[in-house]
């Protein structure tokens, strides 16, 4: 050693003090400050003394409670064999009746010598809910003059009359327990260093580490202060699925800035230890540029609980299915009507799937460019270059034919779907999904039909109810459900847009709703609004001839002239009569009256 080393003793009766004080002057391994302090008052002392020590020596119940006050390495002198029989022998010469009484770290001593040497001395072990004043009468009543006790009976043995003979640690204990301080200290002393070495190789390190225990404590972080707390959140979410995958790799953003994770289990003497490698990446902006979004695991989950998913009467066996096909790495096309949870779908199957510990990259066809699409295709950064993801294509029937091609070209030339789970959606039906056959067949992709609304009438008034349940905690309400006409008016309804569709006609019902049910008074001009955005959604473009049936709208007039059109157009489909238009719309005689006058 280079240096002595610090020692505060901290001392519960004042001749250890002095034994420890006379023993510190001779033993040149250390520096020793003494000073005399009993449980409440030791610790005290510790608490403001112990950042000049390396550390702190005490004895019994005291050096118990400073371990629990203070930071350092705490060493208990202790009890040792020799302690005890040497007061022992010294109460067997004063010729009078004594008993010992302690806390078991002394008295299981005091039985094994009294067992050793077959004497009929008796020993009564404490603890700190014993009522010591009933024990320490009882002693007395039973005739004995003296006890042999810690400093902590000290007073309460002369408060019941009995004479107190002070179990006193002897020199040879005093130095076994400064061999042990040392010997830990220097233990201790190694691990310091080699920690702050790995720091600094850490530190060399472009990454960031966070290492967490199993009660998700932080063992070691190397995070900057500022986002520690935000990190570690998310990372103890994770902690669960390390726990049975031994490793998984998702991204976590902070802020503007996205980190690559790579989360693994350590096993250190015999407990288990999660440790996180986060590399800072500008992936996923460049993803966000290309109308591509990366998911984990839990924001995958995350998406589902936001959404009413989980209120579809059709959840409990998608659930039940999606961890059927666990194992599976076939790929998937789910099909269904626009609104009726095929991200949601998707996302669960995700979840539940042995590729849930890698990312899930999700590309909505609809919203890409060109320069999108081939970023896709031929960057070296896209996600199809990677492994072991899950590849989510939604809504690929916007894709053309030439690029339903390009994809299946680019598939077969990298083997994507051997290397990376896919999964596809299509908001069609599955009768009109055949111009995606070509692409479907290639893949030989596992179809999934979402059950779309309108086959599900039957049902409606539980469908409905889950959603009113929800949207009575938004918007405070009590809504029961629909009255028999309203209900009536809504399963005579056609749903272009699936659940989602349903949601909004709800949502709009819900909070103009002033009586315990939802009327068809309310309803009806919601589902006529409804309709007519429907047929507005549906028009031609300009580009397109219009064929029988349909209508050219100019989107950028009044709202009002675009239903004036549509309802002209359908009194025409219908010969004119206003009866059948206004049953067709779902709105009243009076009102096309008004609109065809207009």
Not at 382 to 392: E, G, L, Q, R, V
Request: aromatic letters at 8%; hydrophobic letters at 40%.
């Amino acid at each position: 050693m280079n240096s002595r080393v610090k020692i505060l003793g901290i001392a519960p009766y004042s001749e250890l003090a002095t034994v420890m004080t006379e023993y510190g002057h001779t033993d040149e391994r250390i520096q020793m400050t003494v000073v005399l302090g009993n449980m409440a008052a030791g610790v005290a002392i510790a608490k403001a003394e112990y950042q000049n020590y390396d550390v702190i020596l005490s004895r019994g119940n005291t050096a118990e409670l400073i371990k629990q006050a203070v930071p350092i390495l705490v060493i208990d002198i202790g009890i040792g064999f020799y302690d005890v029989l040497s007061c022992i022998k010294l109460a067997e010469n004063t010729q009078g009746r004594f008993a010992i009484i302690g806390y078991s770290s002394m008295t299981t001593i005091a039985r094994n010598i009294r067992d050793l040497l077959q004497t009929t001395t008796q020993v009564y072990a404490i603890d700190d809910h014993s009522d010591q004043h009933a024990i320490l009468t009882q002693i007395k009543d039973q005739g004995y003059q003296m006890v042999i006790c810690d400093t902590i009976l000290f007073s309460a043995a002369k408060a019941a009359g009995l004479t107190p003979i002070l179990l006193v640690t002897s020199l040879e204990s005093l130095k076994k327990a400064i061999d042990r301080a040392i010997y830990y200290f220097e233990i201790n002393a190694n691990i310091q260093a080699q920690h702050a070495l790995l720091a600094e190789a850490i530190a060399t390190d472009a990454a960031q580490f966070v290492v967490l225990d199993q009660a998700s404590t932080v063992v070691y972080t190397s995070v900057d202060a500022k986002y520690d707390h935000q990190v570690t959140a998310v990372l103890k979410q994770h902690l669960q699925k390390l726990s049975t995958g031994h490793h998984e790799d998702f991204v976590l953003r902070v802020d503007h800035t996205y980190y690559q994770v790579h989360g693994w289990v350590l096993e250190h003497a015999k407990r288990h230890y999660y440790s996180f490698r986060l590399q800072q990446t500008d992936q996923p902006q460049q993803l966000d540029q290309h109308q591509i979004k990366i998911l984990d695991r839990q924001q995958a989950l995350d998406r589902i609980e936001k959404s009413d998913y989980p209120e579809a009467l059709s959840y409990p066996a998608a659930c039940h299915h999606a961890d059927a096909e666990a194992l599976s790495h076939e790929p998937l096309m789910i099909i269904g009507a626009t609104g009726a949870f095929q991200n949601e779908t998707a996302f669960l199957y995700y979840a539940k799937s042995n590729f849930n510990d890698h990312p899930l990259f999700m590309v909505d066809c609809a919203l890409m460019t060109g320069a999108d699409w081939d970023y896709l295709l031929d960057n070296i950064d896209s996600p199809f270059m990677d492994n072991h993801n899950t590849i989510y294509l939604a809504r690929v029937e916007q894709l053309s034919l030439a690029q339903q091609k390009q994809l299946i070209t680019m598939i077969d030339e990298s083997e994507l779907a051997q290397r990376n789970r896919l999964i596809l959606s299509c908001a069609r039906s599955q009768a009109q999904a055949q111009d995606l056959s070509e692409l479907s067949d290639y893949l030989d992709c596992r179809l999934i039909s979402l059950t779309p609304l309108d086959q599900q009438k039957e049902q409606l008034t539980s469908i409905t109810n889950l959603l009113i349940n929800r949207l009575n905690q938004q918007y405070a309400k009590q809504v029961v459900g629909l009255d028999a006409d309203a209900l009536a008016l809504l399963q005579a309804f056609t749903f272009t847009g699936d659940y989602a569709q349903l949601k909004q006609i709800l949502t709009a019902a819900v909070p103009q709703t002033t009586t315990p049910y939802i009327t068809k008074a309310v309803l009806a001009p919601i589902l006529a609004s409804t309709q007519i955005l429907q047929c507005a959604q549906q028009a031609t473009p300009a580009s397109t001839a219009c064929q029988p049936g349909e209508i050219r709208l100019a989107l950028d007039q009044p709202l009002n002239r675009s239903i004036d059109q549509i309802i002209q157009a359908a009194t025409e489909l219908n010969d004119y009569n206003q009866a059948a238009t206004a049953k067709k719309l779902g709105i009243s005689r009076t009102s096309v009256w008004r609109h065809l006058k207009a």
